[in-house]
């Protein structure tokens, strides 16, 4: 056994943990086969005696798990397995992320217990409604016609239902703390349900942004970066960049089966500016990052007033070039015209500063995105040299130039499902 699972579980024992470090302590002992046996002499709820009364028959399998919010997290799977869409997920996160991906799910978890050979297959759907957890069961087959699905809870059979069980059958309800075992009536033994409350530190709020995201539900993650990760924190300096290019693709694209699609650039003119800010922000990302006097503008700014946004910029304490190139970006954000007898510019002087010349190749890139002009936009990316921490989101604007223009060519959906999780994995590189 390894010193840090002999360390959790020593700091199991002591009860001085808090429920998040608690959580943490059983998640690594669970990874572990033999602490095991170590585990059943400890006083854990989860091992508590009212779920752990006789039963009549053998439990086959036993799947222990944590839910917070809307997001349901697996700590062990003995005798199940992944199914349907919860594995087609790992599959994609698999491409995404170092290592196995964290067994966590938003809303659904799809499991399939593993039976003996010719007998029937349960396959069970934990699903979060608020603050509640539903059981569905079904058991597909030859076999579903016969027999009973039976629920037993505290050692005592507590519901039976008829086969066969379609999507439609009544749920069973999960109380946290409380197991729940599921058992065909004409199989030997029964399948282990058991949940806890948790708390998600910063890595399982990144692995659900993360999620969120190749499910295509790009608005809960946005939901998690600004409130449950802090767009401001300084331990997560990721975050914010994340926010930015998460809302750039929100305006772009659409997500279907997991494939980042794109949407025609066209929007009413009520929603233009909110639509343009979006697709622009990585360029005002970099900014506030480059010169942080520039924060103190107001992003995106609704005046619509040329002159309101040069008199503001020139307020500011910055290089006439970087001055020139933050006119530029809030009058193309704002949809306005640039022209240089206002002082204002389309592209850098030649011996202007790298980092200058990154935000020019990212304005010219990403406004050229927005037009829905990827070829463009793609050669604009390329234009600049590298700087340290990509500021103005080159690479991955490239990315996605080159990702919208796979649909252009009809590449297979193998190859954009690929594009797609790749994207992703350049908007988490840094995440924990």
Not at 221 to 229: D, G, K, P, Q, V
Not at 334 to 345: F, I, Q, Y
Not at 396 to 425: C, N, P, T, Y
Request: glycine residues 8%; negative net charge.
């Amino acid at each position: 056994m390894e010193e840090q699972t002999l360390r959790a579980l020593a700091s199991l024992g002591g009860g001085h943990l808090s429920a998040l470090e608690r959580r943490e302590a059983l998640d690594r002992i669970l990874q572990d086969k033999e602490s095991t046996d170590l585990v059943r002499l400890l006083g854990l709820p989860e091992l508590s005696p009212e779920n752990n009364l006789p039963l009549p028959f053998e439990i086959v399998g036993a799947f222990h798990g944590a839910v917070c919010k809307d997001f349901i997290m697996g700590l062990g799977l003995d005798g199940f397995e992944l199914s349907g869409d919860s594995k087609t997920l790992v599959t994609h996160l698999a491409r995404i992320v170092a290592g196995s991906p964290q067994a966590l799910f938003r809303k659904h978890m799809d499991l399939q217990a593993i039976s003996s050979e010719g007998a029937a297959s349960l396959r069970l759907k934990l699903s979060r409604e608020g603050t509640v957890t539903l059981l569905h069961v079904t058991c597909p087959g030859s076999a579903d016609s016969a027999g009973e699905i039976e629920f037993w809870e505290r050692g005592e059979l507590v519901r039976r239902s008829s086969l066969p069980l379609t999507d439609q059958a009544p749920p069973f309800r999960v109380q946290v703390g409380v197991a729940v075992t599921v058992k065909h009536s004409l199989q030997d033994g029964g399948h282990e349900i058991l949940l806890s409350d948790t708390e998600f530190s910063a890595r399982e709020w990144t692995a659900a942004a993360r999620i969120a995201c190749v499910e295509g539900s790009l608005g809960e993650a946005l939901r998690i970066l600004s409130e449950e990760l802090s767009l401001d924190s300084a331990e997560l300096g990721w975050v914010h960049r994340a926010y930015r290019l998460i809302g750039a693709l929100q305006a772009m694209t659409r997500s279907d089966d997991f494939i980042l699609r794109p949407i025609p650039a066209v929007r009413a003119p009520i929603e233009d500016l909110e639509w343009r800010s979006a697709v622009i922000s990585p360029v005002w990302e970099g900014i506030r990052t480059c010169w942080p006097e520039a924060r103190s503008l107001r992003f995106p700014d609704s005046t619509g007033d040329s002159e309101v946004i040069k008199e503001s910029v020139s307020g500011l304490n910055l290089d006439q070039g970087v001055s020139e190139f933050v006119k530029s970006f809030f009058l193309i954000a704002n949809g306005l015209s640039v022209s240089s007898e206002d002082g204002c510019e389309r592209s850098p002087r030649e011996d202007a500063p790298t980092r200058l010349q990154n935000g020019w190749a990212g304005l010219r890139g990403w406004g050229a995105l927005m037009e829905g002009k990827c070829l463009e936009a793609r050669e604009a990316f390329e234009s600049a040299g590298e700087v340290e921490g990509d500021p103005f989101s080159l690479r991955l604007g490239k990315q996605i130039a080159e990702h919208l223009m796979l649909f252009r060519s009809e590449a297979s959906d193998d190859r954009v499902e690929l594009s797609s999780d790749l994207l992703w994995g350049e908007i988490f590189p840094t995440a924990p």
